[in-house]
């Protein structure tokens, strides 16, 4: 009797684990760098992300060089000069959902996720504001934040004549499917 | 009964403790690889900004103005330093000005431009094509990059020579492959072999050529993110350049530094050639950097963007 208790007990805990997992390959992340001279925007749909509803940990990682500018001058330096993409070819964010979500059940959720976010190769501690929807059980992620250059050792030096704002506003979408 | 009840829930509790840690692990552990797997880089992604600019000193690089680009040129060489010519009483050359050019490079495509110039050197249009045909990868799958030039240079003033009664002995025509390749962030090579051919040899002297192939050798070393060395070599292989003593032809050298501004590129940079254009400087460079007669010259371009804007979603 015991044994089938244990069995039982095992069995259920390991079969829940791959459940939890959600994952999204085609997570859309846009940039926006407002300025007076000039307002410059990139986007990509390239960003991946994993999410476990079990745990509420939560990854992100985005190709910079996916990062499509309207002008190509400006994606060249903003690879070349700025990202340096040949160095630091991803950003990534590593960290926790903080609050618990229920997402057997529809509805939105604000929620914030604290973790480590590395852009140009310089990690720093971030608590990012989000919101969570659960609808008809699929589940989607988007968020908005800003970045600051300065946090992130990306030199904007005085001879350039672009202007780009100090702070780059970042905007996360993510429509994540169950992982099998 | 005690006993194995007790043994019965200490078993419970381990079971769960440990069921709980796994699933912990487990899931830790699958998170991370599975983002491993997820987001591996794309492979083969086309090596970019292997050059600054569309040109160094005297030769063109394998970049090329992107699509509805426009790229203006405006390039100068002052007169020599030293030598006859130079000296105080011409400031150093910077009085005179051996050639000015001024020029257009505009992106049909990514990959294709169609170039237009214009230079104060024997009064010389020109008119070209350049396409970039292969692109370096990331992955060494293609481990440089090649850009095949075509141009015409039409020389539509009556200068002081008759030869050009026959207007067909204006045109001369440059065919060039150009292959480069970044070897690191901070430097890139290129090598370039170019072929030649006048309708009429230029200068008009007996036994001058009217085609010949020339070489050149040109490199960037970055010393910080925006500025760079430059050095720049040609070599025409021309038996008649290679043995007249009077006038004597050398081999056209620059050296400089590039510096990016975004949006501009200037080159500051000092060579033996007078001219800008390789239908002059590949045919008539006659001064040597040995005599002082070598000058001041600088290259800006400017890039200017015709791409519609989308529309923001901010």
Known sequence: MKYIGVILLVWFATNRTGQD?????????????????????ARTDKGTSVLNTATGELAFSVPIRSFKFD?????????????????????TFKGKLTDKVDVTKDGTYPVTASGVLEVHGVKQTRSIPGKLTVANGAISLTSEFTVACKDHKIEIPTLVFHNIAESIRIQVSAAYSPYK | MKTSLLFISLLFTVSLSKAQTTTKDTAKSSTDSLMNTLSIPEKGEPVIATFKATRLILSQTTETVKKHGLNFLVIHR????????????????????????????????????????????????ELGLKYNILHQKTDESMPFALTLIGKTGLKAYHSNTPVFDNYSNRFSHLLQAVVARK????????????????????PFLYGNERRFLALSAAGRLKFSKRMGLVIDYVHPFSNFRNSSVNPRFYDGLGVGIEIE???????????????????????????DWGKGQFRLGFTISRIFDFNKKHKSGY
Request: include cysteine; proline fraction near 4%; glycine fraction near 8%.
């Open chain 1, 21 to 41: 997992i959600y994952a999204c390959k085609n997570a859309v992340v846009t940039l926006y760098s407002k300025a007076p001279i000039e307002d410059i925007e």
């Open chain 1, 71 to 91: 002008k190509a001058l400006m994606q060249e330096h903003f690879n070349e000069n700025y990202m340096e993409s040949d160095k630091y070819p991803q950003a």
């Open chain 2, 78 to 125: 002052f007169g020599d330093i030293g030598g006859s010519a130079g000296g105080g009483k011409t400031l150093w050359g910077l009085d005179n000005s051996s050639d000015i050019y001024i020029g257009f490079e505009y992106g049909l495509s990514d990959n294709l431009n169609i170039d237009f110039g214009r230079s104060k050197f024997e009064s010389l249009l």
């Open chain 2, 183 to 202: 070897f690191s962030p901070a430097l890139s090579l290129q090598v370039s072999p170019m072929y030649i051919f006048n309708n009429a040899p230029f």
């Open chain 2, 261 to 287: 501004t975004g949006g501009h590129v200037f080159t500051i940079n000092f060579t033996n050639a007078q001219a800008i254009s390789e239908f002059n400087y590949l045919n008539d460079t006659e001064s």
